[in-house]
């Protein structure tokens, strides 16, 4: 099964595709997350990816399409994979394509996770998260079992730079503009499943693989 997760910033992409990656036993990839720790790492692609993170804007299509691109050569991900937070532009689509063309293999899904403006501020206001394992918590609707504490790693638990209001808006803007184009995008392949994300994460995760189970579209 190969999936992509859809949706604004906040939506649920993360805690969803975790949850799935488990149900159907495939690997999740998280750009997000990768940059994240190529940024703790000092790497020099976390260096040059820092600076947009920061600022709430999208790291330019070629840094991406790259690290993307050797992820999916590595083997383990033959059985199939989850997408998550990527992609985010038409041409990171276009060129997602033409790596898994050339490879022999196609998308099955992309679930667009909806969720309304004020929800999502509410979401970023009370998100925590683990710098260690990536996992992502909320202090309201998905508190760890200890306050502060990764129910996984039992890392401290910490608030993304990027949550911050200012560089929330400017994400949300980044997805309107440049994101958004990509629900036509796959709807025009009869490959988009539109998810309500509003509910709890539990019905949420029900909804996506029960449509997933029955192939609807
Ligand atoms: P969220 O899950 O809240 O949408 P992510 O963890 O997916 O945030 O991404 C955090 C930041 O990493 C983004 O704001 C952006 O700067 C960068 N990023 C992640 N994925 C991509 C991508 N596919 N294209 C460009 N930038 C990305
Ligand atoms: P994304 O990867 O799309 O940016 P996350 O999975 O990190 O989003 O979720 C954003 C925040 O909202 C986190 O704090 C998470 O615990 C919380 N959250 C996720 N799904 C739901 C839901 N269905 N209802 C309430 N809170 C949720
Ligand atoms: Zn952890």
Known sequence: MRIIMLGPPGAGKGTQARKLSEEFNIHQISTGDIFRKAVQESTPMGIRAKEYMDKGQLVPDEIVVGIVEERLKQPDLAKG????????????????????????????????????????????????????????????????????????????????????????????????????????????????????????????FQEIVDRLRGGKK
């Open 81 to 204: 994979f989850i997408l998550d937070g990527f992609p985010r532009t038409i041409s990171q689509a276009e060129s997602l394509e033409q790596i898994l063309h050339n490879s022999g293999t196609k998308l099955n899904a992309v679930i667009n996770i909806q969720v309304p403006r004020d929800e999502l501020i509410e979401r970023f206001t009370g998100r925590r998260v683990c710098n260690s394992c990536g996992a992502s918590y909320h202090v309201k609707y998905n508190p760890p079992r200890i306050t502060g504490k990764c129910d996984i790693c039992g890392k401290q638990l910490v608030i993304r730079p990027d949550d911050e209001l200012e560089t929330v808006k400017k994400r949300l803007e980044e997805y309107e503009q440049k994101t958004t184009p990509l629900i036509e995008f796959y709807r025009s392949r009869h490959l988009l499943i539109n998810i309500d994300g509003e509910k709890s994460i539990d019905e949420v």
